[in-house]
């Protein structure tokens, strides 16, 4: 099933996992999974690389039970960075085989580590490519603060609609801790003329040095109330993980009554954190998209 079809009729709640590092065991995924789709979430994407494998296995095989031992619909993700073109072939050919309907297509992180190819530039080339050679449904990362290497916002977008024009069915947007930031971005990108449904990223906070490595990765802002938050708790940790949690619902509670298309949470293959969270909103993404108001005679 492709995934963008969900959002005509209800607010879409999604999850996010990764694959195990090399140093753990590839079974300790399906645990969490088993958890998750005990949640019934409308579906999970799978990172890709995390488990170090260059070749996509790993990420189409979590994908592939995902769908099929879990009863989710699933999302791969696809980063192009690393390969060429014959090679993104054969994962597309793969990800057919494996009855994967959707893509989170991605440029990809550079890192010194690995000398990128240079096949695909920007996302919005594999966006194009994938059109060519599948008929899958094509997600795409949104930045509402700006990507990293954007020069500016608005250039920011401008990449973005060259992205969506290119074949781009959804957004997942990165993460962030200030919902004004998306709602901003949101009424720029459809006055850029973008109005593909655009999911809004939620990272519950667990501890402090989660949080530092994602300013260092993503360079996102942190509100004054969320600085308190750590500052009060980072040395007690059940507390601030449980003010991690109640932070990240305040932020989907917020999400939803201002008409979000979806949610996507981050849920660093963390079952009881996603399961703490379902729990209090579970029940907001029940309400019909667009209930029928009566009107009194």
Request: aromatic fraction near 8%.
């Amino acid at each position: 099933m492709k995934v963008n079809q969900l959002f005509k009729d209800k607010t879409v709640l999604s999850f996010e996992v990764f694959p195990p590092k090399k140093t753990s065991p590839l079974a300790s995924i399906y645990g969490t999974l088993r958890e998750l789709g005990h949640l019934k979430p409308d579906f999970i994407s799978v990172t890709y690389g995390a488990g170090g494998s260059l070749n996509g296995e790993t990420t189409i095989n979590i994908a592939h039970a995902v769908k099929h031992t879990y009863g989710i619909e699933s999302v791969a993700h696809l980063p192009s960075i690393n390969f060429s073109k014959e090679e993104m072939i054969t994962l597309i050919e793969q990800l057919k085989l494996a009855g994967i309907d959707n893509i989170l297509a991605l440029r990809g992180d550079i890192t010194p580590d690995v000398k990128p190819k240079q096949d695909f530039r920007y996302a919005s080339e594999l966006v194009s490519f994938i059109k060519q050679h599948g008929d899958f449904n094509i997600i795409g990362a949104c930045y509402p603060e700006g990507h990293t290497e954007a020069v500016t916002v608005k250039q920011d977008l401008i990449n973005l609609k060259e992205k969506v024009d290119a074949g781009t069915d959804q957004l997942i947007s990165q993460l962030f801790f200030d919902n004004d930031y998306f709602y901003v971005f949101r009424d720029k990108a459809a006055d850029m003329g973008i109005h593909v449904p655009m999911e809004a990223g939620i990272m519950p906070v667990v501890n402090k040095k989660q949080i530092e490595r994602m300013i260092a990765i993503c360079g996102v802002n942190l509100p004054k109330k969320f600085k308190q938050m750590m500052e009060k708790y980072e040395h007690h940790p059940e507390a601030f993980r449980d003010a991690g949690i109640a932070y990240a619902i305040d932020q989907v509670v917020d999400l939803v009554s201002q008409d979000v298309d979806g949610v996507h949470l981050y849920t660093m293959n963390n079952s009881l954190i996603a399961r703490r969270i379902h729990e209090a909103v579970a029940s907001l993404f029940t309400i019909p998209k667009h209930p029928t108001v009566k009107v009194s005679a």
